[in-house]
T-cell receptor, first 111, second 116 residues
Framework: RKEVEQDPGPFNVPEGATVAFNCTYSNSASQSFFWYRQDCRKEPKLLMS???SGNEDGRFTAQLNRASQYISLLIRDSKLSDSATYLCVVLDNTNAGKSTFGDGTTLTVKP | GAGVSQSPSNKVTEKGKDVELRCDPI?????LYWYRQRLGQGLEFLIY????????KSGLPSDRFSAERTGESVSTLTIQRTQQEDSAVYLC??????????????FGAGTRLSVL
């Protein structure tokens, strides 16, 4: 079993749709959580950090459930420009800074 | 301020040759990460530096891979006797372990390595 697992998709949705991604992690000692976005043949870029209380940034909402060891990302009112691969990242500060990326979920938003 | 810089951006080499990849992190970032990303796949964690020290090198795929960091700044990833399976994009990221942007990794554009 992978340390960080994501549904690879692809998710194909129409513009304006709401889409949700989940990510599960196996290391209960994990301390920091993030969602990154990666466009084709580009480097990953931070989308948002994920906090225990949940956080929202415009059309994007991230939540963390420590008890069940998963994080989620909700995208409302999808735009064509949201098409990308979304990566969840789990950081274990107690394990020599090990950073584990999920393999990503691919989203395609269509007109 | 400049972002994370990696060089070269592209490297084509012959099987069996050694290659050296360079990463210049964001100034003041004490944490530095190396990852490998094969075509169509996710990021594979290779190694993490806190300052000049790498507490755990077990992520390096084989003993042909080594990495060092000096002056809490530049890092080099060296691959000896390259194999075709080493072909991938090698990504470097840096972060600061405290403050408002704690642990947020900023990535360079990567070095695309092709082993013929």
């Amino acid at each position: 079993r992978k340390e960080v697992e994501q549904d690879p998709g692809p998710f194909n949705v129409p513009e304006g749709a709401t889409v949700a991604f989940n990510c599960t992690y196996s290391n209960s000692a994990s301390q920091s959580f993030f969602w990154y976005r990666q466009d084709c043949r580009k480097e990953p870029k931070l989308l948002m950090s994920v906090y225990s209380s949940g956080n929202e940034d415009g059309r994007f909402t991230a939540q963390l459930n420590r008890a069940s060891q998963y994080i989620s990302l909700l995208i409302r009112d999808s735009k064509l420009s949201d098409s990308a691969t979304y990566l969840c990242v789990v950081l274990d500060n107690t394990n020599a800074g090990k950073s584990t990326f999920g393999d990503g979920t691919t989203l395609t938003v269509k007109p | 301020g400049a972002g994370v810089s990696q060089s070269p951006s592209n490297k084509v080499t012959e099987k069996g040759k050694d290659v050296e990849l360079r990463c210049d992190p964001i100034s003041g970032h004490t944490a530095l990460y190396w990852y490998r990303q094969r075509l169509g796949q996710g990021l594979e964690f290779l190694i993490y530096f806190q300052g000049n020290s790498a507490p755990d090198k077990s992520g390096l795929p084989s003993d042909r891979f080594s990495a060092e960091r000096t002056g809490e700044s530049v890092s080099t990833l060296t691959i000896q006797r390259t194999q075709q399976e080493d072909s991938a994009v090698y990504l470097c990221a840096s972060s600061f372990p405290s403050g408002g942007n704690k642990n947020i990794q900023y990535f360079g554009a990567g070095t695309r390595l092709s082993v013929l």
